[in-house]
């Protein structure tokens, strides 16, 4: 059997001599997998191979909140797994995806995936993690711990959460997986560094009259806010990385169809906004509107206990 005989080996092949031509240079992005898909018309399964087997040839590297990219020639001069030297530790194993998963996204993280990465096999990955489930449950639990939540000087309830939603807003961009990764709201997992969070954000509650229930669906209700925006996150990333468009050429790309429902009569109030000068919609002010609209109303459920209604 050739090397090119299967369907993974002639795509791995073929981003091969873009690479040695010059076409696709050192930095440059290279296909995603859903890129693949539809140029090649396969499986993203064997997308994924390609990628992963031009990765463990040193050619190319994740990149995280960018994607796959044609690795520098110092990196493509040894195997990737020459990049991250050390025995293998489960450790060394989640680090090694979340750096994955940060540039891929949790979809495209399989343990075949982390073990290409790492240079070594499948198996003996499972002596170490039992599994795809257990493996995103110890890099939720290293995202939580890579950076304290602490306490800066704060006084009062209010600004305590909304520093404590800001910092998850934070997590959530790095790691954009992160929102798949914790969506079960009403399933948790006893994980001791997201619970940490749980217990700062009930603390700062702590002493405003609110009863257990009341400050838990306080705390769950800023979650689910900053996780349902954050589910956004890692779709914005695959859309730049299968359209090589950012939010605002996007944007810029629409400008016609956006005319043409101004123009058109039975939207008077949508249209108004698009012809409004400086509305602009991204993530950062829904996040910082609905946290606050939160607290408003937080806000007013506590007066209603100091006041004894």
Not at 291 to 304: K, N, P
Request: aromatic letters at 6%; a neutral charge.
């Amino acid at each position: 059997m050739s090397r090119e005989s299967t369907p993974s080996a002639r795509i791995a092949a073929a981003i091969r001599r873009r690479i040695s031509s010059g076409d696709l240079s050192p930095g440059d992005r290279v296909p995603s997998t859903r890129e693949i898909t539809r140029e090649w018309g396969v499986a993203m399964a064997t997308a994924s191979r390609a990628l992963a087997a031009l990765a463990q040839e040193g050619l190319v590297r994740a990149v995280p909140g960018v994607g796959t990219v044609v690795a520098s020639p110092a990196s493509a001069a040894r195997p990737a797994h020459a990049a991250a030297p050390g025995a293998l530790t489960r450790e060394r194993i989640v680090r090694t995806a979340v750096v994955l998963a940060d540039a891929e996204g949790l979809a495209m993280l399989t343990m075949r995936r982390v073990a290409t990465e790492l240079g070594t096999s499948t198996m003996a990955l499972y002596r170490h993690v039992p599994g795809k489930a257990e493996l995103v449950h110890l890099m939720s639990e290293e995202v939580f711990a890579e950076r304290p939540l602490g306490s800066p000087g704060l006084n009062g309830w209010r600004p305590r959460l909304t520093h404590a939603a800001r910092w998850l807003w934070r997590m959530y961009v790095r790691h954009p997986w992160m929102a798949q990764a914790m969506a079960a709201l009403t399933r948790p997992q006893a994980a001791p560094h997201a619970m940490r969070y749980t217990e700062w954000v009930l603390h700062a509650l702590s002493g405003q009259g609110l009863t257990p229930t009341e400050m838990m669906h306080v705390h769950l209700t800023l979650f689910g806010h900053v996780q349902g925006l954050a589910g956004t996150l890692e779709l914005e990333n695959r859309a730049r990385q299968d359209t090589g468009m950012s939010p605002e050429e996007w944007m810029a790309a629409q400008e016609p169809r956006a005319e043409e429902v101004r123009a058109a009569e039975g939207y008077p109030v949508l249209g108004s906004y698009f012809a409004a000068d400086g509305f602009e919609l991204n993530l950062e002010s829904l996040f910082a509107f609905g946290v606050e609209r939160i607290l408003d109303g937080v806000a007013v459920l506590i007066s209603r206990r100091e006041g004894g209604n």
